[in-house]
């Protein structure tokens, strides 16, 4: 061996055994750290989970909603793996320069592989890095470029990550050329388009040198592609919160631990509170330990999976892109809120793990602790005033303390409308964690909005936001040419009649949102389907309650609704709010309530295919339409509760489409990539004090398609959108001729011919009676 080559050997050599070391070491306090979130079981069905991440992985199906970026990260990804042979390829090459791999050295399908990915992943890293530049918050849009989704991302590690993928793949590029010319040199046989198909070319710029200097080339080259690699390795083991780095390891297992074991979003339902990885029993409240945690209040509260959430983050700001609260100028961002959390889980984590006898003495006379760690433990609250500018959202997170780590504005601005998870490429439960944050600031610190007061209040004292009276639930079927059956009047049983259907509580209180009941009411009973309603006997499912956190609240209520629906033998249950539809379908059943449940438009969908409702009328042809909605060009909101949290979108579009003379035009943002109407989460109850209104952006975007008519499925989204179109008409942004509309008032006004047909359910609505609640806030 050469002098070279024994320096070369002796580094390399030295560095690798220092990375292997401390990347063994990191991993162990991974372990360690994760173990002191709370239990929770996530190992059902092994085979599905691991059918789930074959296909996420391979099939690169959560990162395809940006294709671009999707086809080069997945030939990152996988050069990253195929590529691992040349590493070891360059070991040998430091004591042997003309060093082939035993067995598959010179077969040339995988020196084909080789050339095709060392290629492709120079290639695709550099597309990468062309779009961060182009996207970065320097030329983007908002208040410090905060409409980039990279907005708030660590950029040296990106850099750093970026860098070192593309110094790889040049060095893999020149040791298969050196490799090549040196086969030319030594007259293997080997320097043919057989076994160097795209790199043997660039042989021919070494050329001419001498077999010695070749020899020495290939040596300082493999020397540098391995000190490059674990250099890398290095210094991801020395930052464990360099998500950017460590999800290329970690999101293997968070997608194998997702909820859903066959593949889906954690959108939904939300998971009840724990205790010990078990559901709190709500009838025995009374004898938790008092130390149990009811919500998070601490970064040790989350589940061992939140914290691997946290820890997996690759700072993409997919998430951030699409979050409503964060396009809106609100401090709630979905990336920087997980950042957050994982740093300070991080460097909180040694003092956990520390002895009784260390954490006995105080962190202040601790030695061996970093100040990170000092000031984390030191922080008084997980969610407080952390006394930030609106003008500088990054000062609303603070890892290290000292005072809060997140603001609380921060989360009072989520609306559950689940886009961050949806768009998440490694399955991070953001919602989760945001509802479970939410339900230790109302549960154990009763520290809440002030506007949630009033409606607690109302859901405990009369089971309805606006608290009404409930003997005022039929009002909206008064004066409707047939009999509307409730449960217990007019049946004893639901076996009498083909569906429940589910008023609910703005459907039978709300103004705007009685025309959709009614217009409902009228197409089942036009179509011959038979249907019962509970009438004073329903009670608020409990949706808002739960999401603002308070879960007694929601046991109370869901509880009572499900006594209600197992005992009137509801199996089939037809609803119009999507939050209703949400909770009676994937919540209830964890009450025990077990149910067929539609949403209105999946209903009538299923009519019109069957021919029992057809839509005869065209735009204008009706007589009796009003407001019953028969524009000439219509868009449709996708209501989140039943876009992205249920995967309803086509039965509303199909209704639509199939008007007679009726055009149908899409919004940008539509989908899974819809924007929310602002009302989720509780939020159709608090003020929006920060950044403009939600509800004003998503008007404005179905205005801007020339629509007549804006369609939607759900009685909250009709408040917002209702409201923004107002605003948007006092602005002088729209005209008087636009409606918000539900999708059943538009078949509804199509399916009456123009004679008049049995009358209409707008025109022989009632006169509105003052409105005794507080107007919902848009």
Not at 119 to 132: D, E, P, T
Not at 216 to 226: F, P, S, T, Y
């Amino acid at each position: 061996m050469s002098a070279l080559q024994i320096v070369a050997v002796v580094v390399c050599l030295g560095v690798t055994a220092v990375a292997v070391a401390l990347f063994a070491k990191t991993i162990n306090r991974f372990l360690a750290t994760f173990r002191l979130g709370q239990p929770e079981f996530r190992g059902d069905d092994k085979g599905a989970r691991t059918r789930t991440l074959f296909r996420e992985f391979l099939g690169h199906t959560r990162m395809s909603r940006l294709p671009v970026v999707a086809a080069a990260h997945w030939f990152t990804m996988i050069s990253f793996g195929i590529l691992f042979f040349t590493l070891v390829n360059a070991f040998g090459q430091l004591f042997e320069p003309s060093f082939e791999l035993p067995v598959i050295g010179h077969f040339f399908l995988y020196e084909w592989i080789t050339d095709f990915f060392a290629f492709a992943g120079f290639i695709s890293i550099l597309v990468l890095m062309a779009i961060r530049q182009r996207q970065h918050p320097r030329s983007a849009p908002g208040e410090d470029g905060r409409r980039s989704r990279f907005f708030g991302s660590t950029f040296w590690q990106a850099y750093y990550v970026e860098l070192t993928i593309l110094g790889v793949t040049i060095c893999i590029g020149l040791l298969r050329a050196l490799e090549w010319t040196l086969a030319r040199e030594t007259g293997t046989g080997y320097d043919t388009a057989l076994h160097f198909p795209l790199t043997g070319w660039i042989g021919n710029f070494f050329t001419g040198l001498s077999v010695g200097t070749i020899e020495n080339l290939i040596v300082v080259i493999a020397a540098i592609k391995i000190l490059i690699s674990f250099a890398w390795m290095i210094t991801i083991a020395l930052q464990p919160t360099m998500g950017v780095a460590w999800h290329r390891f970690l999101a293997f297992f968070n997608i194998f631990f997702k909820r859903h074991a066959d593949g889906r979003t954690s959108l939904a339902e939300l998971q009840p509170i724990k205790v010990d990885g078990k559901p709190l029993d709500f009838e025995n409240v009374d004898e938790l330990d008092e130390d149990a945690a009811l919500g998070v209040g601490k970064v040790e509260d989350f589940t061992w999976k939140g914290l691997l959430d946290f820890t997996t983050c690759t700072e993409c700001g997919r998430c951030q892109s699409q979050c409503p609260a964060w396009n809106t100028d609100k401090p709630l961002s979905p990336k920087l809120l997980v950042m957050t959390l994982r740093d300070h889980a991080h460097a909180k984590a040694p003092w956990l793990l520390a002895s009784e006898e260390v954490r006995a003495g105080g962190i202040e006379t601790a030695d061996g602790f970093s100040d990170e760690t000092k000031a984390a433990v030191a922080t008084e609250q997980l969610v407080g005033e952390t006394g930030y500018d609106i003008r500088n959202p990054l000062g609303a997170y603070n890892p290290h303390g000292p005072d809060a780590v997140i603001d609380e504005d921060v989360l009072w601005s989520c609306t559950t409308c689940g886009a961050c998870v949806e768009q998440c490429p490694v399955d991070i439960e953001h919602v989760d964690a945001i509802v479970d944050m939410r339900r230790y600031k109302n549960l154990i610190e009763s520290a809440f909005p002030a506007e949630l007061n009033g409606l607690f209040k109302n859901l405990e004292k009369n089971s309805n936001p606006w608290g009404l009276a409930p003997r005022l639930r039929m009002d909206w079927a008064k004066d409707l040419p047939f009999e509307v059956k409730q449960v217990g009047q007019d049946v004893e049983d639901l076996d009498e009649v083909d569906y429940l259907f589910w008023v609910g509580c703005a459907g039978a209180y709300e103004d705007r949102a009685k025309k959709t009941t009614r217009a409902v009411a009228e197409l089942l009973h036009t179509a011959g389907v038979s249907f019962a309603v509970l009438g004073d006997g329903e009670a608020c499912t409990g949706d808002s309650a739960r999401r603002a956190g308070n879960e007694f609240l929601f046991q109370m209520l869901a509880q009572q609704n499900v006594e209600t629906l197992n005992e009137v033998g509801a199996t089939k249950i037809v609803v119009t709010c999507a939050h209703c539809f949400n909770t009676i379908k994937n919540e209830y059943p964890q009450l025990g309530g077990q149910y067929e449940v539609l949403h209105h438009t999946q209903l009538l969908n299923r009519l019109v295919r069957e021919k029992r409702l057809t839509p005869v009328a065209r735009p204008g042809e009706s007589a009796q339409t009003g407001a019953a909605s028969t524009g000439a060009k219509v868009t449709y909101h996708d209501p989140c509760y039943l876009g992205r949290h249920n995967q309803v979108y086509a039965p509303p579009r199909e209704l639509l489409q199939i008007l007679p003379g009726v055009e149908y035009a899409e919004m940008e943002r539509s989908k899974e990539k819809s924007f929310c109407c602002g009302a989720g989460g509780a939020r159709m109850w608090m003020e929006e004090k920060l950044g403009t209104r939600i509800n004003t952006n998503r008007t404005e975007e179905a205005l801007a398609t020339g629509a007549d008519r804006i369609a939607i499925g759900c009685p909250f989204c009709k408040v917002m959108l209702s409201d923004g179109l107002n605003a948007a008409i006092q602005d002088g942004k729209a005209t008087d001729e636009v409606e918000v509309v539900d999708v059943a008032q538009m078949l509804l006004a199509a399916v009456r011919r123009g004679d008049g047909g049995n009358g209409d359910a707008e025109a022989e609505q009632p006169e509105p009676q003052p409105d005794p609640e507080p107007a919902p806030v848009a």
